[in-house]
């Protein structure tokens, strides 16, 4: 998996990670057990200071995504976590916010739900070809 830091973005550099690391988890880029980088190495190939990838997998891990064990390294969980209410509250503000972003900026609602659709089906597709084997 390839992660590609922008470091002019208004997002912090620890949640531009920890986002992509959860999308290539959702692509099956990352599979379920599979060892991630140790937090020096990563920091090391991306260029960014080690205590960003070190918050980084400590959300992570606190969210359930990660399995930190200091003899066998950081690797993704094999059980995904379940959402809980707080999850379910920050979902509708994020949503909240993207939505009206959207329709403010003259997005039609077609366009964006079409857009939503794709996304999460290809996360869904992604998940079935797990479940066969892939």
């Not at 205590?51 to 066998?72: A, I, M, P, Q, W």
């Not at 290809?122 to 479940?131: H, L």
Request: net charge negative; charged share 35%.
């Amino acid at each position: 998996m390839i992660i590609k830091i922008d470091f002019e973005s208004e997002i912090p550099i620890y949640e531009q990670l920890k986002r992509q690391i959860i999308q290539g988890i959702a692509k099956g880029d990352l599979s379920k057990g599979e060892e991630l980088p140790s937090v020096r190495q990563l920091a090391e190939d991306i260029g960014i200071n080690l205590h960003t990838v070190n918050k980084s997998y400590n959300l992570l891990k606190d969210e359930g995504y990660l399995v930190v064990d200091r003899r066998k390294g950081t690797r993704v969980s094999d059980t995904m976590p379940e959402p809980n209410e707080k999850y379910i509250d920050n979902l509708k503000e994020e949503i909240g916010y993207i939505s009206a972003d959207a329709y403010c900026k003259g997005i039609r609602k077609e366009e964006f739900l079409s857009v939503c659709e794709k996304y999460f089906n290809d996360f869904i597709a992604n998940g079935e070809d797990e479940s066969n084997g892939r």
